[in-house]
């Protein structure tokens, strides 16, 4: 990703870059000095890092702390817009990846900063950085996280799942197009991922649900593109992980 217009610092601990992009681009592996807050003010893109990735859409942002390497597909237009953090002034300790609500004030914050010209107008970005700071250490979410395996015949699988979250193929099947056993594959997501092949895939359809049901899609068109029988099985599921409706889980955060 190109730099931003200005380094972030002591004086100025938080700055941006804005890039608009459009599906099926790609910023391929890379990290940076500084930690970054990915945000989109729309679309919807996916984080790989960590051999985990996450599908975010406008309403999600993820922190990336300095020196990790990860990559960036955009999976609809997006107006990218990530915040670029001093390493000093790091809103969460540690080296872990964290997805964040994106608050209405966090939102709005963040569109000053990008319209406040590079070199001038030093108080108001100084001001405006520690606002976002302040507004950071308050965020908080349900993250839906994806781990990825390195075992290849694994990492292959997986990836073609979460190009075709509604596949309706069993354990068995897929296998059968890795070239491994059932009993091997199944050995494998619960020794690389700590979870079942039914829990992982449960873990994608979630990813996948999040953005369509952020942009209006019908809560029975999500179930029927993501393989759930009907809307209440999707429904029941997604109450299950979140402990609540899809509808008043994002109605909620809407209103946050």
């Known amino acids: 990703m190109c730099p931003p217009r200005e380094l972030p610092s002591e004086a100025i601990p938080v700055t941006m870059v804005a ?38 859409p406008p309403m999600r942002a993820i922190w990336i702390p300095p020196q990790v390497e990860h990559a960036v597909a955009i999976l609809e237009k997006t107006r990218l817009r990530p915040l670029c953090i001093h390493p000093a002034r790091a809103p969460f300790a540690g080296n872990d990846c964290r997805v964040l609500e ?36 308050r965020a908080s979410t349900r993250p839906i996280h994806v781990p990825m395996p390195t075992d290849k015949r694994l990492a292959s699988l997986c990836a073609r799942l979460i190009d075709t979250p509604g596949s309706k193929l069993t354990l068995e099947e897929w296998a059968q197009m890795a070239g491994a056993s059932e009993r091997t594959l199944a050995r494998l997501f619960e ?3 700590g979870m079942s092949f039914g829990q992982w895939r449960q873990q994608v359809r979630l990813a996948h649900a999040a953005p ?45």
């Open 102 to 137: 994106v608050s209405n004030l966090l939102r709005q914050l963040s569109m000053a900063l990008e319209q406040l010209d590079p070199g001038q107008e030093m108080a108001r970005k100084a001001l405006l950085a520690e606002l976002i700071l302040d507004e950071l250490s």
């Open 19 to 56: 890039r608009d992009l459009q599906p099926d681009e790609f910023l391929l592996p890379h990290s940076h000095d500084w930690g970054q807050i990915a945000l989109s003010l729309d679309g919807v893109l996916r984080i790989s890092a960590h051999n985990s990735s996450w599908i975010l």
């Open 212 to 256: 369509m049901i952020a942009r209006g899609v019908a809560l029975s068109q999500v179930a029927e593109e993501l393989g759930y029988a009907s809307q209440s099985a999707f429904s029941a599921m997604f109450r299950k992980t979140f402990g609540s409706s899809p509808s008043a889980f994002f109605s909620r955060n809407a209103s946050n």
């Open 191 to 193: 020794r690389e991922l």
